[in-house]
């Protein structure tokens, strides 16, 4: 049986799409920016995976997929990323493949810039077999038409080119990056003649070293690391701070806490605090695991949480000891 969906809240889904965002993007920073295109002076592989409100009506699920290597002789790195996002409930679909591209100069004794820019390829589509639509209710019969000729019908698919932008400044503990996504601002619109650009992203994040355990100076300390992290999002009207703290320990173990807020509330309802995020990961013999989970703090319940599972693989890490290009604080 059909499910009926009201017109306004699939066209304020569209006009307002927006981009996925992952808990784990400081364990996995390919999904901040393509800055960390080669950052490990290496190759690299990985995916994340990430299951969203599964007790919920709208089901949500999302995957990313990287890889990239570096080239010593350019001082500049090359990869792809793949993401793929689908909503149980509308039959939502979105894939759109990248290729990225960076370069590193060094402007200081300990200061790196990373520039880089991504072109990709993406397409999304909509499940309209499911969608109920006015044209087809008649109410003086009580009959379901199984045609309809609203306008929405007649295009269930939209590709489109998309180009980014990444900067990134690192030393050797700390970074800070700023990101703009859909520079050309594509259009995105899944009716025949409809023109939706979408918003440009605009994403600035940090990672900063706290040298609070210096001063103490143990076996435990000198193996520990902490960090401040931040990333600033908008997009559109809609934005998003997210504020927290990391510990790692021997480069091997890591957890930490993220608090997702609204600074600029343009709708009263929504709460300051969004969500609380813990996420922990760990490194062995040049693989990295993770994990994260994401409390709900608004008023919606019982929708089972937000998981995130990411495995990568680092290949020939010790051409990270080589003093050439300096790598970026990666974990």
């Not at 969906?5 to 920016?33: C, K, M």
């Not at 077999?129 to 269930?156: A, F, K, R």
């Amino acid at each position: 049986m059909k499910k009926i969906i009201i017109l306004f809240l699939f066209t304020v889904g569209v006009t307002n799409a927006q981009d996925v965002i992952f808990s784990q993007n400081f364990l996995v920073p390919e999904t901040l920016s393509s800055s960390f295109t080669g950052a490990t002076k290496s190759s690299k592989v990985g995916t994340l995976h990430r299951s969203q409100w599964r007790n919920y009506g709208l089901k949500i699920n999302s995957n990313y997929v990287y890889f990239d290597t570096w080239f010593e002789g350019y001082s500049s790195g090359l990869g792809f990323s793949f993401i793929n996002h689908e909503e149980s409930g509308s039959n939502y679909n979105f894939n759109q493949l990248n290729l990225n591209y960076s370069m590193a100069f060094q402007i200081s004794d300990t200061w790196f810039f990373r520039p880089s820019i991504s072109a990709g390829y993406g397409m999304k589509s909509y499940g309209f077999q499911n969608l109920l639509l006015e044209d087809q209710i008649n109410v003086n019969s009580n009959i379901i038409n199984t045609s309809s000729i609203d306008p929405v019908l007649l295009q269930n698919r939209r590709s489109f080119f998309d180009f980014s932008s990444s900067i990134l400044f690192n030393n050797d503990d700390s970074w800070i990056g700023i990101t703009l996504r859909h520079l050309n601002k594509p259009n995105i619109s899944l009716t025949a003649n409809g023109n939706v650009p979408l918003d440009v992203f605009l994403s600035i994040h940090t990672k900063y070293y706290l040298p609070i355990l210096e001063n103490n100076q143990t076996w435990f300390t000198n193996l520990s690391k902490i960090y401040f992290l931040s990333n600033f999002m908008m997009q559109g009207s809609v934005n998003r701070l997210d504020i927290g703290m990391q510990y790692i320990f021997d480069d091997k173990f890591s957890f930490g806490i993220v608090a997702a807020t609204n600074p600029f509330k343009n709708v009263d309802e929504n709460p300051f605090l969004s969500s609380i995020s813990s996420f922990v990961g760990i490194k062995w013999q040049g693989f990295r695991f993770g994990y994260s989970y994401d409390f709900n703090t608004s008023k919606i319940i019982n929708t089972g949480g937000i998981h995130e599972f990411s495995v990568g693989y680092d290949f020939e890490i010790n051409i990270r000891l080589l003093d050439r290009y300096k790598c970026v604080s990666y974990f």
